[in-house]
T-cell receptor
Framework: LAKTTQPISMDSYEGQEVNITCSHN???????ITWYQQFPSQGPRFIIQ???TKVTNEVASLFIPADRKSSTLSLPRVSLSDTAVYYC????????????FGAGTRLFVKA | NAGVTQTPKFQVLKTGQSMTLQCAQD?????MYWYRQDPGMGLRLIYY???????DKGEVPNGYNVSRLNKREFSLRLESAAPSQTSVYFC???????????FGPGTRLTVT
């Protein structure tokens, strides 16, 4: 199972773009990269998933370099409501996928 | 469409007592999961069920048992609760193993 490393916490201000980087040096060929968001007293919520290059949806973008040993979650123009913990997961979609949530990155968005 | 529901929301047990946490999903998902989350920590996988009729151990299975009752329901049982099992328990489901997971609201369990 590929282990992930993320910053413990980050601060930002409303309206800024936030980039959270995750390292996964031993990612396997079949592994996908998935990001979740968790608010206090709630279960995690899926944000985005990708395999390589760039993926974008209505809430975030995910950048994955060619070697796939890291990935960056980009949140455009954050608001106070984006204050949460963000988890990066790496696993095989096809099978043998055992979800490993690390400690995540605590993002604080200030006014 | 309720998504993933969990009961109870809160529970206090004495050491040695047993209880079952219930989880149900109405999204026709094949895979279901049980996690625990200790204060300030990430989630740790206890057990998962890749499909109806199958269960498998996760990262921290000791002290727990699970039952995949049918496609909708996946229960977690503590046979003899210990203070170390004080935690928030989340159930999740996904269309298939490895796909995005949908989480329930959690059960806050305190063992005294």
């Amino acid at each position: 199972l590929a282990k992930t490393t993320q910053p413990i916490s980050m601060d930002s201000y409303e309206g800024q773009e936030v980039n959270i980087t995750c390292s996964h040096n031993n990612i396997a060929t079949n592994d996908y990269i998935t990001w979740y968001q968790q608010f206090p007293s709630q279960g995690p919520r899926f944000i985005i998933q990708g395999y390589k290059t760039k993926v974008t949806n209505e809430v975030a973008s995910l950048f994955i370099p060619a070697d796939r040993k890291s990935s960056t979650l980009s949140l455009p123009r954050v608001s106070l409501s984006d204050t949460a913990v963000y988890y990066c997961l790496v696993g095989d979609m096809a099978g043998g996928f055992k979800t490993i949530f690390g400690a995540g990155t605590r993002l604080f968005v200030k006014a | 469409n309720a998504g993933v529901t969990q009961t109870p929301k809160f529970q206090v047990l004495k050491t040695g007592q047993s209880m079952t946490l219930q989880c149900a999903q109405d999204m026709n998902h094949n895979s279901m999961y049980w996690y625990r989350q200790d204060p300030g920590m990430g989630l740790r996988l206890i057990y998962y069920s890749a499909s109806e009729g199958t269960t498998d151990k996760g990262e921290v299975p000791n002290g727990y048992n699970v039952s995949r009752l049918n496609k909708r329901e996946f229960s977690l049982r503590l046979e003899s609760a210990a203070p170390s099992q004080t935690s928030v328990y989340f159930c999740a489901s996904s269309e298939a193993r490895g796909r995005e997971q949908y989480f329930g609201p959690g059960t806050r369990l305190t063992v005294t």
